[in-house]
């Protein structure tokens, strides 16, 4: 019975009258009062009916004898070299079929191989004491939600991890290239999935959504507009631990800004054109950026322990897909792969892309000083003639740089992409590392760059109070229409044609459209990316806040405001325009942390110098400036000491899991010394 119950959850059932080459569909409609079951495919090998899990695209010219060697090494067994998956194609939609590209496969497992494969990739589980341990399958009816066979034990997101896992890791044995295509070499070791990805004959690989789940994430997340967190949990169970992260940092950071937001609408009331009052705001600015980043490691810290990936160690990185050079031998692995020299890499990084990153900011630096000439200008007219439209045109300056700047960014992020891509990094992390200083860097420059021009040069504290408004506001209308409103409409235009044809085959119930075209329809959909320009997107956000805010107080209730929308259009853009991604495992949101931190500690001699500028600090230092810059080289050197001393002084991780935690590793090393001095005395036993 509970072999059976098993087999219902995952969808693994046995068929003996399995077609020999298509995918056979059908629906599971289970017991009654429980949802219908999503369908599912034959494996036509085996015989075994199986839930998709993963979708491939081949490119509709692969050769038939790469598919058939594809399918295969997919099937065999583990001990063959094979990921002992099932995979099956998937079979005609309610589209014009000339059109459709018949290789796409669908692939799932059995409920045993995904337990097996849990224990590989190292997923930690919730233990029967409460604390969070890698999963085993020998103390696999030690975990508390282990029941039974095991039903419901793994997630949808964990089980399309561990095919993408065991897809991943499938390796060339002995062959020298894909069969039939002669110019995807392959070497003992190589991984087929990346040399397939690398010569355009695999397309893509998605992890297929579920609709029932779908909906009922969709109607807790964003389909009602409800004062409430966020479900986080159900965000990390559909989605993943890095998804969760992101999205767990923005509704922090929202909640965070609103102290600054309460002290900043009657600051800006009341002082709005007293600007002797803002140094108040500026030393609460300085307290709030540092604490908040601190009590955010231990809030992510929190969510990692509970979601069972703080303590999960890295998993071993291997070569990116676009990786080249000459074949040669990894001491580490074993095993024959490209290597390229590191010094080669480093001329590259250093006498191109450093240059070249060096000139885009000087172009950036043009571009300012035109738009300050603009500004000079429109404010020639509005002195000689003042009026209601000239009063107008001293914004239009403003609007215009703010939309050069995004211009600017969207054009560098792509050459930036292309020189990292260039730059030949062996891993993923060292590519990603490279890629967010070299868009961190020239964001920076060119988003706060006018904004310091006109603090500490200009020292003309009214128009850096109409820049930051207008550039804030501007960047937000435009980062909103290119986020939300554009990749719908995008999406809405592509689908077009397939939404017409499949509601054909829907009936008077609305029951969920067949496989082969919500597969298909998938398919046609947007990739996500990653959360890289989501979190860029608040870093340059927390930096109009943390840096100038103190002058332009509502800057933090702006941020809130748009904060709030970009739940929404974010959790909508997951759910209904983009490809489901695959669950990356993550403890905390990574690099991102550090460039939080560095624009704090900017933010720390900013708001000191804007300070030192203020009418009432400069009176009281009238007769010495030399005076006045000591004190504030002091004053900021002392904050300084004290944002580490902070630091240092808030634990990352929380007492009571860094016990928990250190029991674990207690316990790790009691049971490594009982299983050695087992087998001691099982050796001396035979010696005997």
Not at 139 to 156: P, R
Not at 179 to 202: C, E, F, M
Not at 399 to 414: F, P, S
Not at 458 to 473: E, F, G, H, P
Request: glycine share 6%; charged share 20%; net charge neutral.
């Amino acid at each position: 019975m509970a072999h059976r119950e098993a087999n219902r959850i995952t969808g693994v059932q046995t068929h003996k009258n399995a077609p020999p080459h298509s995918a056979s569909l059908y629906f599971s409609p289970g017991a009654p009062g429980e949802e219908r079951m999503a369908e599912q495919a034959v494996d036509s090998t085996s015989g075994t009916r199986f839930t998709p899990l993963v979708a491939l695209e081949l490119a509709s010219n692969t050769k038939e004898e790469a598919i058939v060697w594809l399918l295969s090494r997919i099937r065999d067994k583990q001990q063959n070299g094979g990921a002992d998956l099932l995979v099956e194609q998937l079979g005609p939609g309610a589209g014009d079929q000339k059109k459709e590209n018949p290789n796409v496969f669908l692939v799932g497992s059995t409920w045993q191989r995904l337990l097996s494969g849990a224990e590989d990739v190292g997923l930690f589980k919730e233990y029967n004491d409460g604390s969070m341990r890698g999963f085993t399958c020998a103390n696999k009816h030690n975990f508390t939600d282990f029941n039974g066979e095991g039903e419901g034990f793994l997630s949808m997101a964990e089980c399309q991890y561990i095919v993408k896992h065991e897809l991943d890791t499938l390796r060339a044995i002995k062959e020298t290239h894909v069969p039939g295509h002669t110019n995807a070499k392959l070497y003992p070791g190589k991984s087929i999935v990346r040399r397939l990805q690398s010569k355009g004959i695999l397309i893509q690989m998605f992890p297929l959504h579920h609709q029932d789940e779908l909906k009922r994430l969709s109607f807790s997340w964003y389909k009602k507009v409800k004062l409430s967190l966020q479900p986080l949990d159900a965000i990390r169970h559909y989605f993943g631990e890095g998804q969760a992260l992101y999205f767990g940092f923005l509704e922090y950071f929202t909640f965070a800004l609103i102290p600054m937001a309460v002290v900043g609408i009657p600051y800006y009331t009341f002082d709005w054109e007293d600007y002797d009052k803002y140094v108040m705001f500026a030393v609460f600015n300085l307290v709030w950026c540092t604490v908040i980043l601190e009590l955010w490691k231990r809030f992510s810290a929190s969510l990692a322990y509970r979601w069972g990936t703080l303590s999960r160690k890295k998993a071993f990185e291997e070569p990116r897909p676009g990786f080249h050079g000459v074949l040669g031998f990894n001491p580490v692995t074993g095993r024959e792969e490209p290597l390229y020299p590191n010094t080669k890499r480093q001329l590259r990084v250093y006498l191109v892309s450093v240059p070249f990153v060096l000139l885009c900011l000087y172009i950036s630096l043009y571009g300012m000083m035109i738009y300050f000439q603009m500004e000079g200008w429109a404010l020639s007219v509005h002195d000689d003639n003042p009026n209601f439209w000239t009063g107008i045109l001293l914004f239009i300056p403003s609007i215009i740089y703010a939309v050069v700047i995004e211009i600017m960014n969207l054009a560098y992020r792509y050459v930036a992409e292309f020189l990292t891509e260039w730059e030949n990094h062996r891993l993923e992390s060292s590519y990603q590392n490279h890629l967010v200083l070299k868009v961190l860097v020239f964001n920076f420059f060119n988003c706060f760059a006018s904004l310091f021009y006109i603090a500490f040069v200009m020292q003309d504290m009214v128009l850096l109070r109409q820049s930051l408004a207008t550039l804030l506001i501007t960047s937000q209308i435009l980062n909103q229409f290119m986020e939300a409103f554009l990749p719908y409409w995008l999406q809405r235009r592509r689908n077009k044609k397939m939404i017409r044809k499949v509601q054909k085959t829907k009936t008077l119930q609305d029951v969920e459209l067949p496989l082969a075209d919500q597969v298909r329809l998938e398919a046609d959909m947007s990739t996500y990316l990653g959360t890289f320009d989501d979190y860029l997107e608040l870093f340059l956000l927390f930096g109009y806040v943390s840096l100038f805010s103190c002058v332009y107080p509502l800057a933090a209730v702006l941020v809130v405001l748009n904060n709030v929308t970009e739940v929404y259009s974010d959790a909508f853009k997951m759910c209904r325009v983009f490809k489901r991604p695959f669950l990356e495992p993550a403890t905390n949101i990574g690099v991102w942390q550090l460039a939080f931190e560095a624009m704090s500690v900017i933010a720390v001699v900013t708001n000191c110098a804007l300070i030192g500028l203020s009418p009432q600090v400069k009176d009281y230092f009238s007769e010495s400036e030399t005076q006045l810059i000591l004190w504030i080289v002091a004053v900021e050197h002392g904050l300084l000491a004290l944002k580490f001393i902070l630091a240092y002084l808030i634990p990352d991780v929380p007492k009571h899991i860094h016990i928990k935690l250190a029991r674990l590793e207690f316990e790790s090393l009691e049971a490594l010394k009982k299983k050695k001095m087992l087998e001691a005395a099982e050796l001396s036993k035979g010696v005997q």
